[in-house]
């Protein structure tokens, strides 16, 4: 069985960087076509994907946020981090990490992690 | 690249039929047939509906279908049931190998 659970601080002040963990089970991302993806909902808005690590380490990035995102993978530890520079309150959300495969589609989500950014 | 295009809202009574659109350019969809569909119910895991355009993962009613035409994407519900009411993306796997989600729509049963 799938599972992954998000993890990371629930209130970031802007300018600071957000430092989130995805800690899976049931699957390796050492596995081929396997990948780990990152998405948001900002309240009242709609899902936005931010980024994914596959199985050979090729990491795809959005390209609106390319410049502030860095995800890595520790496949020995079943992780993925990933951070975000210079948080604004409009990336205040909930933040899921989500399992990818060939179908290039994501078939099991974590629950999500709620991050304010707020002085 | 922008959000794919979705209808904000689709109703129905129980029973019946929605449709929902998902409209998008030629670099959003490349050339394959990766558009996936995700119901998302407030405070919950967003649920995969639809892969590859018009294939069902194991325990989805097949009262979800998809399908797809040009740079139009869509998702049927039929037989609409009170659990249906939820909000929906697309989402496609881009011709520049990223992904981009579509606006959402919410779906709800009268």
């Known amino acids: 069985q799938i599972t992954l659970k998000e993890s990371g601080p629930t209130l970031v002040k802007p300018t600071q960087t957000l430092t989130l963990t995805c800690t899976f089970s049931g699957f390796s991302l050492s596995t081929s076509d396997v990948g780990v993806g990152w998405i948001r909902r900002p309240p009242g808005t709609a899902l936005e994907w931010l980024a994914v690590v596959y199985w050979n380490n090729d990491k795809r990035y959005s390209p609106s946020l390319k410049s502030r995102l860095t995800i890595t993978k520790d496949t020995s530890k079943k992780q993925v981090v990933l951070t975000m520079t210079n948080m604004d309150p409009v990336d205040t959300g909930t933040y899921y990490c989500?399992?990818?495969?060939?179908?290039?589609?994501?078939?099991?989500w974590g629950q999500g992690t709620t991050v304010t950014v707020s002085s | 690249q922008s959000a794919l295009t979705q209808p904000p809202s689709a109703s129905g009574s129980p029973g019946q039929s929605v449709t929902i659109s998902c409209t998008g350019t030629s670099s959003d969809f490349g050339d394959y047939n990766f558009v996936s569909w995700y119901q998302h119910h407030p405070g919950k895991a967003p649920k995969l509906m639809i892969h590859?355009?018009?294939k069902r993962p194991s325990g989805v009613p097949d009262r979800f279908s998809g399908s797809k035409s040009g740079n139009t994407a869509s998702l049927t519900v039929s037989g609409l049931q009170a659990e249906d009411e939820a909000d929906y993306y697309c989402?496609?796997?881009?011709?520049?190998?990223?992904?981009?989600f579509g606006t959402g729509t919410k779906v709800t049963v009268l």
């Open positions: 989500a399992h990818g495969d060939d179908t290039n589609a994501f078939d099991i």
């Open positions: 989402s496609s796997y881009t011709g520049s190998n990223n992904y981009v």
């Open positions: 590859e355009v018009s």
